[in-house]
């Protein structure tokens, strides 16, 4: 698909990160949850467990070369899902996107998938795992609308919040890259892309 040639919805800019409210269009939406099934047949969603021993609301997988992990030994990248196979690909249709908004001259190592169904939510934390932190983090939601809540560099002071909706992208960058973010809650019923309903978010990272 010409991404870079079709006409695509003008940037927010929010505390540093541009918003792209819209940019996949509902087709480019359905193309690419079906490109995320291939995916999770592969590498199927896991809960991770939090260092504490508590599992995470969220479900996960991930795509490319590194995908997150977390476990008793810790949050970390690993080049194997917990059942060690390695990851798939990035869908080429994941990787356009990427290449469309980020401007970055290298690809990204990690496509990491979160799935919120009815009551998940994300607590506020930094994403400062990875080497090199000038590299952008683009973030792509599909389905049902999610309250994103984003702060500061540090814990604490004034937070604001927005409503990310299906076929809305993210790309964090510059001071942006290192604000406390997370996501409160999500808004069952909100969206018909996925037919039991929930939350996707995409994240695409540089890691080494
Ligand atoms: C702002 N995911 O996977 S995406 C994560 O919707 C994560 O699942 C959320 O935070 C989600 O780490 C939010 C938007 C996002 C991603 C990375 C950021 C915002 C960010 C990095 C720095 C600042
Ligand atoms: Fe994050």
């Not at 993210?170 to 890259?177: F, K, S, T, W």
């Amino acid at each position: 698909m010409p991404m870079e040639t079709e006409k695509r919805p003008a940037a927010q800019k929010i505390r540093g990160f541009l918003h792209y409210p819209g940019w996949l269009s509902p087709p480019e939406q359905r193309a690419l949850r079906d490109d995320l099934r291939g995916v999770v047949a592969a590498a199927p969603l896991f809960s991770p467990m939090t260092p504490y021993g508590k599992e995470m609301s969220v479900r996960m997988t991930s795509a490319g070369r590194f995908g997150w992990v977390s476990d008793r030994r810790g949050y970390r990248y690993s080049e194997t899902h917990p059942n060690g196979s390695p990851w798939p690909a990035i869908p080429p249709s994941i990787l356009a996107i990427w290449r469309a908004v980020s401007e970055s001259a290298r690809d990204p190592e990690c496509c990491l998938i979160n799935f919120y169904s009815e009551g998940a939510k994300m607590g506020l934390h930094q994403d400062r795992d990875e080497a090199d932190f000038g590299h952008p983090v683009v973030s792509i939601s599909l389905g049902d609308d999610g309250l994103f809540r984003i702060g500061n560099k540090t814990r604490g002071g004034k937070t604001e919040s927005l409503w990310l909706r299906s076929g809305d992208v993210m790309v964090m960058e510059g001071d942006a890259r290192l604000l406390y973010h997370g996501i409160d809650r999500i808004a069952p019923g909100t969206s018909t892309l996925l037919p039991k309903g929930g939350r996707i978010n995409i994240t695409l990272r540089v890691v080494t």
